[in-house]
């Protein structure tokens, strides 16, 4: 898989001379509030657990991951990461035809690519806000025998998602297999929008989790898919090594998947920092934000003088970064994506926005 998820914080660091805890990383989408102290308490008092071995079957994170996604345990597959989980379930359905919602995550098409495949592109249209058209979506499949379909929900880097009752249209009427990522979906309403408790009734779906991002959790590497496809379970399965969960990223999973009282305080200052974001990108004439449901803004610059380049370049002098999206296909060099921090960073990056556009106008 590629190496560029984000800023690389280290790069940074060495290029502009900055101490790397002073880097505001504006790119990333990763949980500012860091993890459950819950976990993190009972990881340093209890460090000793580095001289066992993790259980091999893992039924207590199982167990906490089925409770958290309304689903049953034996439907879940762990990874030391999510990214091993795409290219796993792609080389399992080995599909001729596949079909990807553009603009969206690169690695998909690297990986489509890998194993052969054809790629079809379902472009979404930022003349209507980037969401995506289900029946035209379900039309397509069918007329191109669309054999795998992956959808980042919500969609990476837009922010548009497809709801529950849209995905079971989608599943149901297509002969399609669905890999939906939805390593974004905390940041919105589960309940309307996951697609995890869906995969106890259909075997065509396969949804991918991961903890980096709501959980603010990258440096665990735990990931997870959950999909009652049996033949898909234990292909995947037998791709990976005893033990690949360690045992500390398997500890805090068990706590922080039940932590109800972190997960809600979470998703609580998240979306008032989001709403405060959007109101005050708003001021800005020379921006246009587009909706959203992860815990980042698309930004699209409406002065043609100006382009994301000489946006980013100004703001990284600032120890500023924000994720340039002129490689995303179907974007341009106007496009860039920024995701939400602590309240008193946020009044600094619109602060600083300020400067550059207003200058500008």
């Given amino acids: 898989m590629s190496k560029k998820h984000g800023a690389n914080l280290f790069e940074l660091s060495k290029q502009y001379n900055f101490d790397i805890n002073n880097i505001l990383d504006f790119s990333s989408n990763i949980n500012p509030f860091g993890a459950s102290s819950k976990a993190l308490k009972y990881i340093s008092e209890n460090i000793d657990i580095v001289s066992i071995y993790p259980d091999p079957d893992y039924i207590k ?19 030391n990461g999510a990214t091993s989980l795409i290219s796993n379930y792609i080389q399992f359905v080995s599909p001729e035809n596949s079909l ?19 790629i079809h592109r379902f472009f979404l249209n930022k003349e209507e806000d980037f969401i995506i058209d289900t029946d035209k979506l379900i039309d397509y499949v069918n007329k191109e025998n669309i054999e795998l379909v992956i959808i980042c929900n919500p969609n990476n880097p837009t922010g548009t998602i497809v709801s529950r009752t849209d995905m079971i ?12 990522d939805e390593t974004y979906i905390e940041f919105s309403e589960k309940d309307v929008f996951s697609s995890a408790p869906l995969t106890t009734d259909y075997d065509n779906l396969f949804v991918i989790r991961g903890t980096s991002k709501f959980f603010g959790t990258p440096g665990i590497r735990l990931g997870y898919a959950l999909t009652s496809n049996k033949d898909a379970r234990t292909f995947i399965n037998s791709k990976f090594n005893l033990w690949d969960i360690n045992i500390i990223a398997s500890t805090m999973g068990e706590i922080m998947f039940t932590d109800s009282e972190y997960i809600n305080e979470t998703f609580n200052k998240l979306s008032n920092e989001m709403s405060f974001l959007k109101s005050e990108l708003s001021k800005f004439n020379d921006l246009k934000t587009y909706p959203t449901k992860g815990n980042f803004i698309l930004c699209e610059i409406l002065n043609p003088d100006i382009n994301t380049e000489f946006i980013y370049n100004e703001l ?16 341009g060099e106007s496009f860039f994506r920024i995701c939400a921090l602590k309240h ?18």
């Fill in 169 to 180: 249209k989608m599943i149901t009427n297509t002969k399609a297999q669905f890999l939906i």
């Fill in 316 to 331: 990284i002098k600032k120890g500023i970064a924000i994720r340039n999206c002129s490689s995303f296909n179907g974007l």
């Fill in 100 to 118: 990807l919602i553009q603009p969206a995550y690169s690695e998909y098409e690297s990986e489509l690519l890998n194993h052969g495949s054809k």
């Fill in 344 to 361: 008193n960073d946020n009044e600094l990056l619109i602060s600083e926005l300020a400067k550059i556009l207003n200058k500008n106008e």
């Fill in 61 to 79: 994170l199982k167990k906490s991951i089925s409770y958290y996604c309304e689903c049953v345990d034996e439907n879940i597959i762990l990874s």
